[in-house]
């Protein structure tokens, strides 16, 4: 699902702003906190792509007990 967003311009007398805001959707889905660094990768002129330099650990994967083996023996 896609969030349509606009790219804004703060034109100054000396210098130029853009901006693009995320949805408050994406940023709480993301987990994004305030302050993180991300990074932007152009790809071509139609895709950009947003790069989190710190991600945060995976709620799906699983953290393996220290101790524990991979193989269960019964």
Same mark, same amino acid.
Do not use: C, I
């Given at each position: 699902?896609?969030?349509?967003?606009?790219?804004?311009?703060i034109? /100054?007398?000396?210098?130029?702003? %853009?901006? #693009?805001?995320?949805? &408050?959707?994406? !940023?709480?889905?993301?987990?994004?906190? /305030?302050?993180?660094?991300?990074? %932007?990768? #152009?790809?071509?002129? &139609?895709?950009? !792509?947003?790069?989190?330099?710190?991600?945060?650990?995976?709620?799906?994967?699983k953290?393996?007990?220290?101790?524990?083996?991979?193989?269960?023996?019964?």
């Open positions: 699902m896609g969030y349509p967003t606009k790219v804004q311009l034109k /100054r007398k000396n210098s130029q702003q %853009w901006y #693009v805001n995320f949805p &408050a959707q994406v !940023a709480q889905a993301m987990d994004f906190v /305030r302050g993180e660094v991300v990074e %932007w990768h #152009v790809e071509d002129r &139609a895709t950009m !792509a947003l790069v989190r330099r710190e991600p945060p650990p995976s709620a799906l994967k953290k393996r007990r220290q101790g524990s083996s991979k193989s269960w023996k019964g």
